[in-house]
């Protein structure tokens, strides 16, 4: 079956102009009453069970050419178009949030107050519906919308211009200031009149990665006119190679965005177990707890989700931190130099946190909201685009990486700890509270976990069992990278995540991860220090 | 004087047994305050990694069983829940299971939710004659006399869900991605055996994808599944993804900017639940089939909405379907029960075939002899709310089909469990119960 939208693009075209130039003069005074009754007639017939009725209604309402029109089918997009089931008004929702919620009448503007979500009936739409609408409003947008949303209009029609629209947009092509744009415009004509058959429209499409350009010019290469096929074939296999450069750069940029994951998860360990040589399964936790910092801010917080991350930042780290001194205080001095019995004792205590947080917040996963500037993805050209949070992740590692990195070689407390794990005894008489420094260690590692944790809330799930999922990983960067070097850790982790993501769409997820374990395995059977070895007598303690 | 006499004692023996009887009323009343209360056995994760899917259903039963309980009981007599924490550790499910029958003498289980932990009790009930209701949805391929199946079998969720994508979506290219278990591969095989013969879909148009447990890093697959998609035939993603994973993967699908009218991904094991998670603005048009959803437009659903809301007092508390395969399983039970007269297995499992319980959207949910049941099917699309529209339903309600007609080993098998049959594996073609071997014949011709 066509869906409803392909049989109606065309028809709807036209129409759509008139609606913009329409949206043009919404200035004009409206004759409410006037229309009143024929913007009634078209919007109830939205008012129907089946979606092709609605589809109908729909192209109904675009030719009523009412100055409503792009209001009413917004709100139809958007999910705020509802049904009054006490008299079967339709009604517009401002705000649906909660259980009451404020709505105004759809013909008058009116405000109604607010009415309990079960008096309410949404009109719902599919997919073929919100494609329908989306086109609809995004021919809207290519007359009156800023540069940004006529881009991404004229993106979208590439492929689905038809004799009807092809007028149109040429006159459009006219009045269009925006080279971008206007370069948009011309591929979605010379598409069409690829499909008509012109060998030359294929010079405007070379290097084109739009994936419709080249769904089209597949279709033409396949072509019986030989020159068109020709011409066609060629400027696919231009395309083709610009393609594979971008996924090369594609895999890279995904490796080094999970390795950015694995270098955060991993370099708060490269810390408490490199450095000082405590083996924390409790490091998965502390992780945990810092992703659960985020959550409360932004809970402290309310619409501000950006704020609230920002702030979760710095009391991310000392909550971990905190938490880290208490495991530290708490277990872990008692154990010293008994590395089963830590072992075993902090796996007890990741349990313990992770019941904790179950039982004290929710077993189910928390919403952390991604706020506006970190979601999404920045394009880089049609087939290559990276997503922004993980960009921000990848940037957030190497801060922290940096920070750290500071912090060990320039401060007091840097000096100390190296010499605190060289030789303790030796730091000891020269006057340095081991103790103290033991502290601030764990503490320094276990509150770069809680960061690591701010930044995977953006990633992952927010649970109790966020930190299980981390803590192999961290341990087999920390090993893989060479206990007590933190350029080991980072080299490794990012290694790691660029062999992972190439070695994925080859082996699939499973097996590339059981591949990169048996690697990591054999490495460490040859070089069982790591790929930065400690050297000298420092590696001998 | 005789007379005299009797019109004396008459008045006093009618006092006696007057008094007599209030003596035996008052006692028969005490015998029925005193009577064991019916116990129902609770057995979901509380802790561990399925805590987050497990501990919603353990306060529906309770919710269910208060619930009761204001009504008066069942049989005149008190429920009483017994919880035990299998903690999301499989053998665990089994020891559980065997204390709630031989210990707590429980006359009825409700639990599990992974496949793998009702495969581990499954011998315990059967060993030990107990009553299990299941509530999710799974890959079919049993039928066990002691287990009532309340949740989807595949030809409940899969198949429909496909025909939806195929018929009104037009949809000719596939990818079935799943987390690597028993359930996703079951299910997957049998999409594809479907996909092949019945729709006719070719080998180069299916992309079948398995990631590991809890997989977190989804940039390569989705960035496979947007190529995949990109070569002008409409394409959709069948995920049979399981649990926590789902959060990363539709984040990513967001962030890469995968449209769900450009390719639509339908989830089976993606519920209200699992995206009171995420922030849903960037999912609004992704699909998942089930047979129940919270935005069903019916009194008995608000009326349950309403309930559970103030039962577990978050206002933001959502429902899924897997609570109302417990509120059907439930009033099932209850209903067997009221219609044995007795809680007594055996009694029991005769009457429950063929009861007949209101679901939450409107219609009715029969037991079938085969110990599942019959269910609405229903599409819906994600909305930016985390709720969930549907676009689509069955125009009646489907018996679950335990064994599946689309894998070899099972394509001839039947349960029912009515008497003379009693067998959850006939062999229609070969005229005789396969016994307890037809699930390895059955496990071998799904190897080949």
Not at chain 1, 204 to 216: D, K, M, Q
Not at chain 2, 54 to 65: G, P
């Amino acid at each position: 079956m066509r869906t409803p939208a392909t049989l109606m693009t065309s028809s709807i075209t036209a129409r759509i102009v008139t609606l913009a130039l329409l949206c043009l003069l919404a200035w004009l005074p409206a004759l409410a009453s006037a229309q009143d009754d024929d913007g009634r007639a078209v919007l109830e017939g939205l008012d129907s069970r089946s979606f092709a009725d609605k589809a109908e209604a729909i192209e109904a309402i675009i030719q009523s050419e009412d100055e409503r029109a792009t209001d009413w089918l917004q709100a139809l997009l958007d999910g705020n178009l509802q049904r009054l089931k006490e008299d079967g008004r339709l009604v517009i929702v401002v705000d649906n949030v909660g259980r009451e919620w404020p709505v105004r009448d759809a013909l008058t503007g009116d405000e109604l107050g607010e009415v309990p979500r079960r008096d309410l009936d949404r009109i719902t739409i599919n997919n073929a519906l919100r494609s329908q609408l989306r086109s609809a409003l995004s021919m809207v947008e290519l007359y009156v919308g800023d540069e940004r949303s006529r881009l991404a209009a004229a993106e979208g029609v590439i492929g689905r211009v038809d004799d009807e629209l092809a007028a149109a947009l040429e006159a459009r092509l006219e009045e269009e200031e925006s080279d971008q744009v206007r370069h948009r415009l011309n591929q979605a004509l010379a598409v069409h009149r690829l499909e008509r058959g012109e060998a030359g429209a294929v010079e405007t499409l070379y290097g084109s990665l739009n994936s419709n350009v080249r769904v089209a010019l597949t279709r033409a290469a396949q072509s019986d006119d030989a020159q068109v096929a020709d011409a066609a074939r060629r400027a696919l296999a231009d395309i083709e190679q610009k393609l594979k450069l971008n996924r090369i750069a594609e895999t890279l940029y995904f490796g080094l965005s999970m390795g950015s994951v694995l270098v955060l998860a991993a370099i708060g360990l490269a810390i408490t177990f490199g450095v000082m040589g405590v083996i924390n399964m409790a490091h998965g936790e502390l992780i945990m707890l810092g992703a659960y910092t985020a959550w409360a801010m932004q809970q402290l917080l309310p619409g501000q989700p950006g704020l609230a991350l920002l702030l979760a930042i710095p009391v991310g780290f000392l909550v971990s931190a905190l938490a880290g001194i208490a495991i530290e205080r708490g277990v872990i001095q008692f154990l010293k130099g008994r590395p089963l019995e830590t072992l075993l004792a902090t796996f007890g205590v990741s349990l313990i946190l992770q019941q904790l947080v179950r039982t004290a917040i929710s077993p189910l996963n928390r919403t952390v909201i991604t706020p506006e500037w970190m979601s999404g993805s920045i394009a880089i050209n049609d087939a290559l685009s990276l997503t922004l949070n993980r960009l921000y992740v990848m940037g957030f590692a190497l801060l922290v990486f940096a920070a750290l990195m500071l912090v060990m070689r320039r401060t007091r407390l840097g000096l100390e700890v190296r010499a605190v794990t060289q030789n303790r005894a030796m730091a000891r008489s020269m006057g340095i509270r081991a103790t103290r420094v033991d502290i601030l260690t764990f503490a320094l590692g276990s509150g770069v976990a809680g960061l690591a944790g701010v930044a995977l809330s953006q990633l992952t799930n927010v649970g109790p069992n966020l930190g299980q999922s981390y803590i192999i990983d961290s341990f087999m960067v920390v090993v893989f990278g060479g206990v007590g070097n933190l350029w080991g850790t980072l080299v490794a982790g990012m290694s790691l995540g660029v062999i992972n993501q190439v070695l994925e769409p080859w082996a699939g997820a499973v097996l590339a991860k059981i591949m990169v374990l048996v690697f990591i395995i054999l490495f460490i059977q040859k070089r069982p220090r790591g790929l930065f070895p400690q050297k000298g007598r420092a590696a001998e303690g | 004087m005789n007379a005299s006499r009797r019109t004396k004692s008459f008045p006093l023996r009618s006092t006696a047994a007057a008094l007599l009887s209030i003596l035996a009323l008052g006692a028969s009343c005490q015998v029925l305050a005193q009577e064991e209360p019916i116990k129902v056995g609770i057995l979901h994760s509380l802790s561990g990694t399925m805590a987050i899917s497990e501990s919603t259903l353990k306060d529906t039963v309770e919710m269910l069983i208060d619930q009761q309980n204001e009504q008066g009981g069942l049989l005149g007599r008190e429920l009483e829940a017994v919880v035990v924490d299998p903690a999301s550790d499989w053998p665990l499910f089994a020891e559980r299971a065997r204390e709630l029958l031989e210990q707590e003498e429980v006359d009825v289980i409700f639990g599990n939710w992974t496949s793998v932990s009702r495969k581990s009790v499954l011998p315990v009930v059967e060993e030990l004659n107990g009553l299990l209701f299941y509530p999710v949805q799974y890959e079919g391929e049993e039928s066990s006399e002691n287990v009532f199946y309340t949740g989807a079998a595949p030809n409940q969720q899969a198949i429909p869900a496909v025909n939806y994508l195929h018929d009104e979506l037009g949809v000719e290219r596939w990818v079935l991605a799943g987390t690597d278990y028993v359930y996703p591969r079951t299910t997957n095989r049998i999409l594809e055996t479907y996909l092949k013969e019945e729709l006719g879909v070719a080998e180069a148009d299916i992309l079948i994808n398995y990631t590991p447990f809890g997989h977190s890093d989804w940039q390569n697959i989705v960035s496979e599944i947007k190529r995949f998609g990109s070569e002008g035939k409409k394409t959709a993603v069948v995920s049979t993804i399981n649990g926590d994973a789902n959060v990363p993967f539709y984040r990513e699908l967001g962030n890469q900017g995968v449209d769900a009218a450009d390719i639509p991904v339908v989830a089976f094991s993606v519920g209200e639940q699992e995206l009171s998670g995420i922030d849903t603005g960037p999912l609004v048009g992704h699909l998942a089939a089930w047979n129940y959803f919270m935005s069903v437009d019916t009194d008995a659903n608000y009326d349950f909405i309403d309930a559970w809301i103030e039962h577990s007092g978050d206002e933001e508390a959502v429902t899924n379907d897997p609570m109302e395969a417990h509120y059907i399983g439930f009033n099932m039970w209850a209903e067997a029960v009221r219609k044995a007269g007795t809680t007594e297995v055996d009694a029991v499992k005769e009457a429950i075939i063929g009861v007949t319980v209101p679901n939450l959207s409107g219609g009715y949910a029969a037991m079938m002899p085969n110990h599942h049941i019959t269910k609405p099917v229903m599409i819906g699309e994600i909305q930016d709310n985390g709720q969930f529209v549907v676009v689509w339903e069955t125009p009646s309600t489907v018996a679950g089909d335990e064994w599946s007609d689309y894998l070899p080993g099972s394509r001839d098998l039947i349960a029912d469990w009515r008497k003379p049959m009693a067998c959850g594996n006939y062999n229609v073609r070969e005229g005789r119960c396969m016994g307890s071997d037809a699930e390895a014949q059955a496990e071998e011709a799904l190897a080949e």
